[in-house]
């Protein structure tokens, strides 16, 4: 989309924004109800604190919020977080986050996705229905110095509803256009009353593809799963809580919808393929949480167990659209990862006291896991198979503390220490000729942290902080083109930042804002290999440069107004390069210039019984680059979503759309040249188009 395109989208949301605002001073002028936005509670730094205190960079999407938004993915939810740009195919395995320009494959993320505490190793396991979610936070800048490797980009964390002691549930089902039908059920409530309850929530969603093949008149892109997640809450004592979650994903999804870069520009969700290929995915995910609150010092420890499979196949011979043979690719990969973490904390209630204007706040943790990741990929018609078994240990360990004096000023103060065993077996077979290597390798890596929090005035603070990230190195799968390109080095990241939060005017506004820079060193790419995957290689020197910021706005009782926005300069050093070809001041691939996003909600109330609705939003991307040579790029582009309906104690119906205004673009593409290249240079998939349709439930 061009950028009048945007501009135009802007101008829109000016005006929803512009009319919202005068409402608000009639309705304000006739004394109409006021009332406050709801405090949040996050884990952004693994205790319970109000987001507004937290000296970090965040947004906490509610179940609420989750709800009347209908996002449905962690993709679809982080359009509300400025800075957030996802990475993603139209298979689901593939899901990248990226934060402020940062991100890397699926073998080893830049941000780390936690479900309900425990770490997704491979993001091949990340992206997963949102099913009886609490909340998603959506903390961006270097989290290493409390949750270590990976998480140089920033940390998504997702919790799940806690089962209740009441009777509670639903039912809610859609329709859409491309045939989509989405059934979803919930319930919770007592077995044991006050000592043990449960929660189970689940349902099935099937869509068409949104893309045609020419040469079949076939959709390649649809989807259809199955998902679910049961819960069980023991509470043996008042301050004891053990808790079960088992989650599980099977997802049947199309082909990757991959088009010369050109064609699909000039034909949206129109491609030629001679193979039509599939990408399957389950996943399993049983998880214990063990809590101890009250006291002197609280205690926790995570146990989570995470199994993923898929099988996926897709044509690699792009230039297979004008009339040549199709080279089908078949891919199998297989994870099974356990993570154990316990932490000591410092009571809720319960900190050091150091005089009568001094106290101190701590925490320690140990996490220790494994990895074992399996891989077979080749492309029969050429003869060719490579398999890898790679093999990870590892353990963490943490320490924090906060020093609060005068009720004001916190200094904070952090450390983490990684250690981890990494061994590979890879073969590449074809063409009669085999190749194998065993390699081995150990990685440690120390991450501090320093910040200062001041409160100069009530429910208002600014802060700073200085913070390391770490990734770590490791060897790629059977993609790399060669057994020479099979290990990759570590990443290391300086992050500077300050911020400012505030509310204002009794609990009804609500800012955030933040500065940072990030010098990042060794900075790990994504490149493509053989089968048209991606591997893992340094690139060299970075950097990011930027401003963030939000509003949250509920004047009155029936109107609530969001906006965010950042800006980010992410570019190549002088050291840097691509495939030993220089990229300097280019820019980082995927990282928008400018990201943005707004929107208002508002309700009116038909009968006591009967309240109406109506939301609107648009999420707004500046144009960024696709691969490190800058040679190809999209422009700025805008979607704009709707929802209306109404609401009773026990019922709903409402319409959406998502994209209404049927905004063509191109999320990701990739250099595809060669023998079995594209025309233009670069495959790539169309965005979704304007989908829409209505959804109802009764909920008791």
């Given at each position: 989309?061009?950028?009048?395109?945007?501009?135009?989208?802007?101008?829109?949301?000016?005006?929803?924004?512009?009319?919202?605002?005068?409402?608000?001073?009639?309705?304000?002028?006739?004394?109409?109800?006021?009332?406050?936005?709801?405090?949040?509670?996050?884990?952004?730094?693994?205790?319970?604190?109000?987001?507004?205190?937290?000296?970090?960079?965040?947004?906490?999407?509610?179940?609420?919020?989750?709800?009347?938004?209908?996002?449905?993915?962690?993709?679809?939810?982080?359009?509300?977080?400025?800075?957030?740009?996802?990475?993603?195919?139209?298979?689901?395995?593939?899901?990248?986050?990226?934060?402020?320009?940062?991100?890397?494959?699926?073998?080893?993320?830049?941000?780390?996705?936690?479900?309900?505490?425990?770490?997704?190793?491979?993001?091949?396991?990340?992206?997963?229905?949102?099913?009886?979610?609490?909340?998603?936070?959506?903390?961006?800048?270097?989290?290493?110095?409390?949750?270590?490797?990976?998480?140089?980009?920033?940390?998504?964390?997702?919790?799940?509803?806690?089962?209740?002691?009441?009777?509670?549930?639903?039912?809610?089902?859609?329709?859409?256009?491309?045939?989509?039908?989405?059934?979803?059920?919930?319930?919770?409530?007592?077995?044991?009353?006050?000592?043990?309850?449960?929660?189970?929530?689940?349902?099935?969603?099937?869509?068409?593809?949104?893309?045609?093949?020419?040469?079949?008149?076939?959709?390649?892109?649809?989807?259809?799963?199955?998902?679910?997640?049961?819960?069980?809450?023991?509470?043996?004592?008042?301050?004891?809580?053990?808790?079960?979650?088992?989650?599980?994903?099977?997802?049947?999804?199309?082909?990757?919808?991959?088009?010369?870069?050109?064609?699909?520009?000039?034909?949206?969700?129109?491609?030629?393929?001679?193979?039509?290929?599939?990408?399957?995915?389950?996943?399993?995910?049983?998880?214990?949480?063990?809590?101890?609150?009250?006291?002197?010092?609280?205690?926790?420890?995570?146990?989570?167990?995470?199994?993923?499979?898929?099988?996926?196949?897709?044509?690699?011979?792009?230039?297979?659209?004008?009339?040549?043979?199709?080279?089908?690719?078949?891919?199998?990969?297989?994870?099974?990862?356990?993570?154990?973490?316990?932490?000591?904390?410092?009571?809720?209630?319960?900190?050091?006291?150091?005089?009568?204007?001094?106290?101190?706040?701590?925490?320690?943790?140990?996490?220790?896991?494994?990895?074992?990741?399996?891989?077979?990929?080749?492309?029969?018609?050429?003869?060719?198979?490579?398999?890898?078994?790679?093999?990870?240990?590892?353990?963490?360990?943490?320490?924090?503390?906060?020093?609060?004096?005068?009720?004001?000023?916190?200094?904070?103060?952090?450390?983490?220490?990684?250690?981890?065993?990494?061994?590979?077996?890879?073969?590449?077979?074809?063409?009669?000729?085999?190749?194998?290597?065993?390699?081995?390798?150990?990685?440690?890596?120390?991450?501090?942290?320093?910040?200062?929090?001041?409160?100069?005035?009530?429910?208002?603070?600014?802060?700073?902080?200085?913070?390391?990230?770490?990734?770590?190195?490791?060897?790629?799968?059977?993609?790399?083109?060669?057994?020479?390109?099979?290990?990759?080095?570590?990443?290391?990241?300086?992050?500077?930042?300050?911020?400012?939060?505030?509310?204002?005017?009794?609990?009804?506004?609500?800012?955030?804002?933040?500065?940072?820079?990030?010098?990042?060193?060794?900075?790990?790419?994504?490149?493509?290999?053989?089968?048209?995957?991606?591997?893992?290689?340094?690139?060299?020197?970075?950097?990011?440069?930027?401003?963030?910021?939000?509003?949250?706005?509920?004047?009155?009782?029936?109107?609530?107004?969001?906006?965010?926005?950042?800006?980010?300069d992410a570019r190549f050093l002088s050291d840097a390069s691509d495939g030993g070809l220089g990229v300097s001041g280019n820019h980082i691939p995927y990282a928008p210039d400018y990201t943005a996003n707004a929107g208002a909600e508002l309700t009116y109330e038909l009968c006591s019984a009967v309240t109406a609705y109506v939301r609107g939003d648009v999420e707004l991307y500046g144009g960024f680059a696709y691969d490190p040579s800058n040679q190809a790029s999209q422009s700025a582009y805008s979607i704009a979503n709707f929802r209306g309906g109404m609401r009773g104690k026990h019922w709903f119906a409402e319409g959406w759309a998502r994209?209404?205004?049927?905004?063509?673009?191109?999320p990701i593409a990739i250099a595809y040249g060669g023998f079995l290249g594209a025309p233009s240079g670069y495959v790539g998939e169309s965005g979704a188009p304007v989908t829409f349709g209505v959804k109802a439930g009764i909920l008791f």
């Open positions: 989309m061009k950028k009048s395109q945007a501009r135009r989208s802007l101008k829109k949301v000016s005006t929803i924004l512009g009319v919202s605002a005068l409402a608000t001073a009639a309705r304000a002028a006739d004394g109409g109800d006021v009332v406050q936005l709801p405090p949040i509670t996050v884990t952004a730094q693994k205790t319970a604190q109000e987001a507004g205190v937290v000296p970090e960079s965040l947004t906490a999407l509610t179940h609420l919020t989750l709800q009347e938004s209908g996002a449905r993915s962690v993709e679809e939810a982080g359009a509300y977080s400025p800075d957030l740009y996802f990475t993603d195919f139209a298979p689901r395995k593939n899901s990248a986050p990226r934060f402020r320009g940062i991100g890397a494959s699926p073998l080893n993320p830049g941000v780390t996705t936690y479900l309900d505490g425990v770490p997704q190793l491979n993001s091949n396991s990340s992206s997963q229905e949102l099913t009886d979610v609490d909340q998603i936070e959506f903390i961006r800048g270097p989290q290493s110095a409390l949750f270590g490797r990976n998480t140089v980009g920033g940390v998504i964390n997702v919790t799940s509803l806690t089962p209740s002691k009441d009777w509670t549930g639903g039912l809610e089902g859609q329709y859409g256009n491309y045939n989509l039908h989405d059934a979803r059920a919930d319930a919770s409530g007592p077995v044991i009353a006050d000592a043990l309850s449960f929660r189970v929530g689940g349902g099935y969603s099937e869509r068409d593809g949104f893309t045609k093949n020419v040469n079949t008149g076939h959709d390649v892109d649809y989807r259809s799963d199955w998902f679910g997640k049961g819960q069980l809450l023991y509470n043996p004592a008042a301050d004891w809580t053990l808790r079960l979650i088992v989650s599980g994903e099977r997802d049947r999804d199309g082909d990757y919808p991959l088009g010369d870069l050109a064609a699909i520009r000039a034909n949206p969700h129109t491609v030629s393929l001679r193979y039509e290929g599939y990408a399957n995915r389950d996943i399993a995910s049983p998880t214990l949480v063990l809590s101890h609150q009250g006291g002197a010092v609280d205690f926790v420890a995570t146990s989570g167990g995470v199994w993923w499979k898929t099988y996926d196949s897709t044509d690699l011979n792009y230039a297979a659209a004008q009339g040549g043979f199709p080279v089908p690719h078949f891919n199998q990969e297989e994870d099974f990862q356990f993570t154990q973490e316990f932490r000591l904390a410092s009571g809720k209630d319960a900190p050091i006291k150091l005089g009568d204007q001094a106290e101190l706040k701590w925490q320690t943790g140990l996490l220790v896991f494994t990895q074992n990741y399996k891989q077979d990929t080749g492309e029969p018609s050429f003869g060719s198979d490579r398999q890898a078994d790679l093999d990870d240990v590892g353990v963490g360990v943490y320490g924090q503390a906060t020093l609060t004096l005068f009720d004001k000023l916190d200094l904070i103060a952090g450390a983490r220490f990684d250690y981890e065993s990494k061994r590979g077996d890879l073969l590449n077979a074809g063409q009669g000729v085999v190749s194998r290597a065993s390699l081995g390798s150990d990685f440690t890596e120390g991450s501090p942290q320093a910040a200062a929090a001041y409160r100069f005035a009530e429910k208002q603070m600014f802060y700073g902080e200085v913070s390391r990230g770490y990734k770590a190195g490791g060897f790629n799968n059977a993609t790399a083109p060669s057994l020479s390109l099979a290990a990759y080095g570590k990443e290391y990241s300086l992050n500077y930042e300050v911020g400012y939060k505030g509310t204002f005017h009794d609990d009804r506004l609500k800012v955030t804002a933040a500065a940072f820079y990030t010098d990042w060193s060794r900075l790990q790419l994504n490149h493509i290999g053989v089968g048209g995957q991606t591997y893992i290689a340094n690139a060299g020197g970075a950097d990011s440069k930027g401003l963030e910021l939000e509003l949250a706005a509920r004047p009155v009782k029936w109107l609530e107004l969001f906006a965010g926005v950042a800006y980010d994209n209404a205004f049927d905004s063509n673009y191109v």
